[in-house]
């Protein structure tokens, strides 16, 4: 049975055994090639579901608008089980009203290339699951993967600060402040953002690079310790910002600073918001 | 005026004169998209791609615009920005120019006048392209458009094989510019013969129907339907939709004030953020996901139906392409369709709507 089979199979007992109210997946786009997030309630939708590498978007995200009454099924890639573990951690879901379907993941593309974020990705299978469909994704495969990509952070870490903030502001200077970044991703559940509180207001509104600089700053500021690096912001901006770039200098500072990496352990305290007397602190002088 | 006949050499020429007189804007390849740039000469122009990333309405209704600056120890006196100087616009798309056809409905149609956008438009020249190749994801022919529509354009040129031809008044955009229009040939019956062959080639690429009034009597009584939920599950509530939108034309305004001095600016807003419609009480009349969901549909299949009695999609089909989520409109209204069309939703309907009570 293909893995698609298995996975529609498995929905289709779940909803039908009433274990589960709806069954979060993937089902095809209008355009060919495309995919949407699909919500299923029914036994007999279930044949909608696929799974393929355009199934980027990360469903996680979609947890924390769902009333936590009733017990939901969700198909995780490795991505979307760091993210659920990030929230887990955060007490944003609850896992005894889960039942995590996890995939393999073998990359997302995006117009036939291998996704950004992929290329460096160690963590293709899911870290937290009920069960798997179908095959686990090889992980000595997926080393040579990352092995084979040079360091992404090399050109930002090489340049001089000045250098690196001239780079950055190139970057966000495209950004039209649509906040489609923050609104795929999994851990931007505040019920107000910052940039959306007005009074007083915090970040100006305009597209001026001093704004956009300090949404994609204090954003990725937020993400510290807790961003799993899936990409669904970058794939998601609609002005091909590189995010990642953000989001891999602050998962790498996190590493190397407070020795963890996000969404792996639901056990270990977020790096950001627990305190240790030992922690390192040669800043404050 | 009859169509006439530019050659390649000849649009050249003039974009040279144009640049030296205003401002001459055209798509231009950025990254692995185009997006309207100002050039100096139509080599920097780049026609190979249907849509630019944002729509030309970008042009005359900025995202960011500085209405007026003050001094705070100087009440009542503010200083104006500068008279926008002439453009042009080359290269736009036939359902952009719709669109920008529709924002001079909201803007300046009945009513007040929007001085910011009137200013701009005034001033504007729009410079259509013919679709000979309409993209997968267009629809304009849906949405009672045309991959050759003049709607909103000064001039519509087709693209023949190295000479275009010209419907519209190419010397009244030269007059505007303070500059001789160049005397065109007067196209030939082949030529005219050739355009009306792609133009109905181009058409007939689109295979998207919507039946816009039916559409709209549904919606009028849809307000409840439980569809909405449903359509909006999917929906990340971000503003891609809006802000790739050739139609979309909210604003809001902020003054920003520094050391005595600000000014008082205007960006575009979203009706698909949560505080869009928060009033200063706290209230949110439309707090849900799913009513913003529907509210951007309603207004583009509905509203504006009722407010300047035309639909205000264009189907230029950025939306579908841009939504992180996969959302396309076309599908969007394929499901409404099905949805409202049917005995038994009647019957849902007046379930949801006996639950939760009429609204409006």
């Given at each position: ?119 460096t990705c160690g963590y293709p299978n899911p870290v937290i699951f009920d069960e798997m469909v179908g095959e686990t994704r090889d992980m000595t495969e997926t080393s040579d993967v990352s092995d084979r990509v040079p360091d992404p952070l090399a050109d930002l870490e090489s340049l001089s600060p000045d250098e690196r903030w001239h780079s950055l502001m190139e970057d966000v ?113 | ?360």
């Open positions: 049975m293909s893995r698609e089979d298995q996975l529609r199979k498995r929905a289709r007992d779940l909803l039908a055994a009433r274990e589960v109210v709806m069954v979060i997946g993937y089902r095809a786009g209008r355009r060919p090639g495309t995919t949407v997030p699909a919500f299923i309630t029914r036994p007999e939708d279930t044949d909608k579901l696929i799974f393929n590498d355009r199934c980027g978007a990360n469903l996680t995200a979609y947890l924390p608008r769902i009333p936590k009454t009733a017990k939901v099924a969700i198909v995780a890639k490795g991505c979307d089980s760091r993210s659920i573990v990030a929230l887990l951690k955060e007490k944003q879901v609850e896992r005894s009203k889960l039942v995590i379907l996890g995939v393999g993941c073998e990359g997302i593309k995006v117009d036939g290339q291998l996704s950004d974020s992929c290329t200077a495209r950004c039209i402040r649509c906040y489609a970044c923050r609104q795929v991703c999994p851990n931007c559940y505040c019920p107000t953002c910052f940039v959306d509180t007005n009074n007083p207001q915090w970040v100006g509104k305009t597209t001026a690079g001093s704004d956009n600089m300090l949404f994609h700053l204090m954003r990725a500021m937020h993400m510290a310790g807790r961003c799993v690096e899936c990409g669904t912001c970058h794939r998601a901006c609609p002005m091909g910002i590189d995010l990642m770039k953000f989001n891999r200098k602050v998962a790498r500072i996190v590493r190397d600073r407070f020795g963890t990496v996000a969404g792996i352990d639901p056990d270990e305290p977020p790096a950001l918001a627990a305190f240790d007397p030992n922690d390192r602190q040669e800043f404050i002088k | 005026m009859k169509p006439g006949i530019i050659t390649a050499e000849e649009l050249a020429r003039l974009v040279t004169e144009w640049a030296r007189a205003g401002a001459v804007y055209a798509p231009v390849r950025v990254r692995d998209w185009t997006e309207f740039r100002r050039i100096s000469s139509l080599g920097e122009a780049d026609f190979s791609r249907i849509n630019t990333k944002l729509p030309v309405r970008s042009l005359l209704f900025p995202q960011c615009e500085t209405m007026f600056r003050f001094k705070t120890d100087e009440p009542g006196r503010v200083e104006e920005p500068p008279e926008p100087e002439p453009q042009v616009i080359l290269g736009v798309r036939p359902c952009d120019a719709a669109g920008i056809a529709l924002l001079d409905k909201f803007f300046s149609g009945q009513g007040e006048t929007d001085t910011y956008y009137q200013r701009r438009r005034e001033k504007t020249m729009l410079i259509g392209l013919a679709c000979n190749s309409p993209a997968d994801t267009c629809f304009c022919t849906a949405v009672l458009g045309s991959p050759s529509g003049t709607r909103g354009l000064d001039l519509l040129l087709t693209d023949l094989g190295g000479r275009y031809l010209a419907e519209g008044d190419i010397a009244e955009v030269c007059r505007r510019f303070g500059i001789g229009s160049p005397s065109l040939a007067e196209a030939g019956d082949a030529d005219l013969a050739r355009k009306k062959e792609l133009a109905d080639k181009a058409a007939a690429t689109i295979t998207q129907q919507i039946d816009t009034g039916k559409l709209k009597q549904l919606l009028d009584a849809a307000d409840n339907h439980p569809v909405w939920e449903e359509l909006s599950l999917p929906c990340v509530n971000c503003a891609a939709c809006t802000f790739v939108c050739p139609t979309c034309h909210c604003f809001d305004i902020t003054d920003e004030t520094r050391k005595g001095s600000g000014a008082r600016i205007r960006v575009w807003d979203t009706c698909q953020s949560c505080i869009y419609s928060q009033h200063a009480s706290g209230h949110n009349p439309r707090a849900t996901p799913a009513s913003r969901f529907r509210n951007r549909t309603m207004d583009k299949f509905r509203y504006t139906v009722d407010m300047i009695g035309e639909v205000s999609c264009v189907g230029c089909g950025r939306c579908g392409v841009e939504c992180p989520a996969g959302i396309d409109i076309r599908e969007t209204v394929e499901t409404l369709f099905a949805a409202l069309g049917t005995k038994q939703t009647k019957d849902a309907v007046q379930k949801a709507e006996g639950k939760t009570g009429k609204q409006q």
